[in-house]
C-alpha cells in the first residue's frame, strides 16, 4: 500500500526558511499531479501548492506567492516545497498528497516564531 511521508518541518524564527520533502513509499504508482496542503489551528484545511506533469503546471495558494516554491520528479514520486521568508500565519501542519488526494501523507509540522 502506497504511503506518502513528509519530513523537514520545525521550528523557525520570521523570515527564514524550511525546506519539505515527500517521497512514497511501499508501493506504486503513477504520479500525475502532487501538492501540499496545511491546516492551522482552528483553521479549514488549504492547497498550498500543487505541480501538475503532462503537461507540467504549478498552482499557488495567494498568500505564498513568491515565497513558496514546489518541484518534484514524477519519475520518483516525490514533491518538495521550498519555503521562503516564513511568516507566523504560515504556522500549520503540512501535508503532501499524490494524484488529487488518492494518497496522503501524515503531516509535518512547521511553526514561525515572530
Known amino acids: 500500500q502506497v504511503q506518502l511521508t513528509e519530513s523537514g518541518g520545525g521550528l523557525v524564527q520570521a523570515g527564514g526558511s524550511l525546506r519539505l520533502s515527500c517521497s512514497a513509499s511501499?508501493?506504486?504508482?503513477?504520479?500525475?499531479?502532487m501538492g501540499w496542503l496545511r491546516r492551522a489551528p482552528g483553521k479549514e484545511r488549504e492547497v498550498v501548492a500543487r505541480i501538475r506533469w503532462n503537461p507540467d503546471s504549478t498552482w499557488y495558494l495567494d498568500s505564498v506567492k513568491g515565497r513558496f516554491t514546489i518541484s518534484g520528479d514524477n519519475g520518483k514520486n516525490t514533491v518538495y516545497l521550498q519555503m521562503n521568508n516564513l511568516k507566523p500565519e504560515d504556522t500549520a501542519t503540512y501535508y503532501c498528497n499524490a494524484n488529487d488526494g488518492s494518497y496522503w501523507g501524515k503531516g509535518t509540522l512547521v511553526t514561525v516564531s515572530s
Open positions: 511501499g508501493g506504486t504508482f503513477s504520479a500525475e499531479a
